[in-house]
């Protein structure tokens, strides 16, 4: 997977011909590489710090796919974008997900690009920060451990909060004319260090253990599976800001 940085959204979607230079420069001067995913954009959103953004994302992902078709490679590489879960609301049961009202003008043109490229959805998704922003939720929930069915959804029973938040993301998709969509989970991980009673190395080692043994099969709600997923991080990254963002590698 490639990403175009946040940072480079304003000049390929300024035009064609500066798509067709980063397509060349980052992607065809590499032809021995094979790059499953161009992800345009990680976590543009109206609701974040990101949003200053939202103006040219959907330009720039539609340049870089007309780059991506023009080289040839339309059949090796997806065009998408990664979004942060945010996006959706009532996530429990997960049947009740759907995108929110302020961010729906912003991501459907998306969801109908991806539809009709049949391209994958990209979502970063980390159960950490649910349980974080909201205590009631069960840690067991969270790193895969829970003993029991925790949420009941018209039968579907849910022992994972990464289940859910995934199978809420698909009803969102569903009731915004993208049902034919899947999701790759472009991120998911848990920090070993920082701040706060739910970080520990422990906790680390279960959720991505767990993580990788879990997704092997489906969620309730598309149990066909595989869920194809990237675990974050490689590496610690001590660059990044705040504290807590620095300890998500495995390494």
């Known amino acids: 997977m490639l990403g175009v940085p946040n940072t480079d959204l304003e ?3 300024a035009s064609q011909a500066n798509a067709n230079i980063w397509v060349q420069s980052n992607v065809r001067n590499y032809g021995n590489v094979k790059f499953r995913y161009i992800a345009v954009g990680n976590e543009v959103s109206p609701l974040n710090e990101n949003s200053k953004y939202v103006p040219v994302l959907f330009n720039a992902i539609r340049n870089i ?6 080289a040839g490679l339309g059949n090796q590489s997806k065009v998408s974008t990664a979004i942060e879960t945010g996006l959706t609301t009532d996530t429990s049961p997960p049947s009740n997900g759907r995108f929110r009202d302020d961010v729906r003008r912003f991501i459907e043109p ?15 998704l980390y159960p950490y920060l649910a349980v974080a922003n909201n205590p009631a939720i069960k ?15 018209n039968g579907r029973g849910y022992w994972s909060l990464f289940d859910a938040i995934l199978d809420a993301t698909y009803s969102a998709l569903e009731k915004a004319s ?18 706060g009673q ?10 991505n253990h767990n993580l990788i043994r879990h997704v092997k099969g489906g969620s309730p709600k598309r149990p066909s599976g595989p869920i194809e997923t990237y675990i974050f991080d490689l590496f610690d990254e001590n660059q990044k800001d705040p504290e807590i963002e620095k300890h998500f590698g495995i390494f």
Do not use: K, M
């Open 110 to 124: 998306i969801i109908n690009f991806l539809v009709t490229n049949r391209a994958p959805l990209l979502v970063n």
């Open 11 to 13: 000049n390929v979607a």
């Open 139 to 153: 840690l067991e929930y969270a790193l895969f451990t829970s003993p029991e069915v925790v949420v009941n959804d």
């Open 65 to 70: 796919q007309t780059a991506i078709s023009g």
């Open 178 to 195: 993208g049902s034919s969509l899947q999701i790759v989970v472009s991120e998911s991980g848990w920090p070993s260090a920082g701040a």
């Open 198 to 207: 739910l970080i520990s190395i422990d906790n680390a080692r279960t959720y």
